[in-house]
């Protein structure tokens, strides 16, 4: 009766700790892509962007943002509406670009900078309420469309850094529980404000993020191939253990440009077995000289070393 006991009990152990490491964050990729897509409402397609079928190719739409679709919006608590161009990115569409590509996935992201000339905030009336509001929410945008992930992207915040981390990091733990997705990723940037909430919720709940989309092209327009590494490096000891993605804006805006060294310092990443993979903001900017970086991305992804 006793080993009856002992046996049962290993197993429950057993299926408990399966159970935890199946919403871990995912193995390394480091043939990783990823684009932004949607914002700009400048009639961009999926298919209009080059897919390498050698590298692992996931869309971002942007955005999911719980406000409502008033001329004024106004904070939800955790109701998601769709914010993205859905006449060009519909669930049709999706299905499409994921059935004609074995290596695309598609997720949304979340928040964003602004919206209608007003920026949006991180505004929950309580963890409780806004956790429960956006797994309902998001879980129905998420079917919908056959999504297979989230992107974490709030910028503006009127809650401390221990909310953000609670209702973002039970918001990550109960869809990859309920299998809604299958990975989610955090895009911070260098920001006392934006980083002190990001690095909050890394704490508590980077087991379960699968990819740090750092916006390097936040930093200095004309940022060197040097303090390129230097970020990253910083970047990398602050998201210590989490796939740190390098990125670059398609206007050239900020950060290190593809024109200037960017490739460069994807090339010595990749030497030294640190690229995890490359992200782009964004498909709408990248339309005007034909996806060219895009191409050049995928194709340094593909190589193997």
């Known amino acids: 009766m006793e080993l009856s006991k002992l046996c049962i009990t290993l197993l ?7 159970f935890l490491s199946s919403i871990q964050a995912a193995p390394s990729n480091p043939k990783l892509f990823r684009e932004y897509i949607g914002a700009q409402f400048n009639n961009v397609r999926f298919q209009d962007v080059p897919v390498n079928p050698k590298v692992e190719f996931q869309f971002l739409l ?6 409502d679709t008033s001329s004024s919006p106004s904070p939800t608590n955790g109701k998601f ?6 006449n060009n990115l519909s669930p049709s569409q999706v299905s499409s670009i994921k059935s004609k590509n074995s290596n695309v996935k598609v997720a949304l992201s979340l928040g964003g900078n602004s919206l209608k000339g007003g920026f949006v905030y991180f505004d929950p009336s309580s963890i409780d309420s806004w956790v429960s509001n956006a797994v309902l929410s998001l879980t129905k945008i998420i079917k919908r ?4 992930g989230i992107d974490i992207d709030y910028e503006h915040f009127k809650s401390d850094p221990q909310t953000f981390a609670r209702s973002i990091g039970r918001l990550i733990q109960t869809l990859k529980r309920n299998g809604v997705i299958k990975f989610a990723s955090i895009a911070p940037f260098d920001d006392d404000e934006v980083q002190s909430h990001y690095l909050a ?13 750092f916006q390097f092209y936040a930093y200095d327009k004309g940022t060197t191939v040097s303090q390129f590494i230097d970020h990253f490096n910083t970047q990398s000891s602050n998201y210590k253990g989490g796939k740190v993605l390098v990125s670059f804006i398609s206007d050239e805006s900020g950060g290190l440009s593809p024109q200037n060294g960017f490739f460069t310092a994807c090339n010595k990443l990749k030497s030294e077995q640190k690229l995890h993979g490359i992200f782009v903001w964004s498909a709408e900017d ?4 034909g996806f060219r970086f895009e ?11």
């Open 12 to 18: 429950t152990l057993q299926a408990f700790f399966s």
């Open 62 to 67: 942007s955005f999911a943002i719980d406000y």
């Open 81 to 86: 509406n769709i914010f993205w161009d859905s």
């Open 145 to 148: 469309y056959n999504l297979d």
């Open 201 to 213: 919720l890394w704490k508590s709940y980077g087991n379960l993020i699968d990819y740090v989309n």
């Open 286 to 289: 990248s339309k005007g000289n």
């Open 295 to 305: 191409k050049q991305s995928q194709a340094l992804l593909a190589i193997s070393h």
